[in-house]
């Protein structure tokens, strides 16, 4: 929606420089198809990075669990040869009980047998939102080192200003 009240606010001001202030027609076309490349750049892109740095994010500071496979799907999309799919997953909590997540994602092709319905497979959940879930990062422990490392250097720092207060 926002797109289409861009255009029609980028051809309404186009109309009235053209027909008004005698504007040359090529140069605001020659800026339409610029910020149209630029639009559909930044809606691809964007949504790839979000997701990335949402994979990031909760591999650093998730935590690890189990999963069950109930259902994948391709969305068409790759990574190089690797696909991007849907997998369905179900949760099993410690109490016994279970619930459903969602996770979208590319799986190395050669590991795609091993996320088919009835595996199970290990999963990063969010710490505050258990809904949130994602694969799991090759580097993962690597990831979840370097937290813990940044988060004792915020906690040190933390105190060291705590303890100058107090003075």
Not at 12 to 39: K, Q
Not at 52 to 63: A, Q
Not at 69 to 81: A, E, H, L, R, Y
Request: aromatic share 8%; hydrophobic share 45%.
């Amino acid at each position: 929606m926002k797109i289409i009240i861009g255009v029609c606010i980028y051809a309404l001001v186009a109309f009235i420089s053209i027909v008004f202030f005698d504007v040359a027609w090529e140069g605001f076309l020659g800026m339409f198809i610029l910020l149209f490349m630029v639009t559909v750049i930044t809606l691809t892109f964007g949504v790839t990075v979000q997701s990335t740095n949402k994979m990031l994010r909760i591999n650093k500071s998730g935590e690890l669990i189990q999963a069950t496979v109930m259902s994948i799907k391709q969305t068409n999309c790759f990574d190089g040869p690797d696909p991007e799919v849907i997998v369905d997953v179900r949760i099993q909590e410690p109490d016994d009980s279970t619930y459903r997540a969602v996770i979208r994602g590319t799986v190395k092709l050669v590991e795609l047998a091993a996320y088919q319905p009835g595996k199970k497979i290990e999963v990063v959940r969010d710490r505050e939102d258990r809904e949130q879930v994602v694969f799991k990062h090759r580097f993962f422990k690597e990831l979840q080192e370097k937290h813990r490392k940044d988060m004792a250097k915020k906690q040190a720092k933390q105190e060291k200003k705590m303890a100058g207060q107090v003075k």
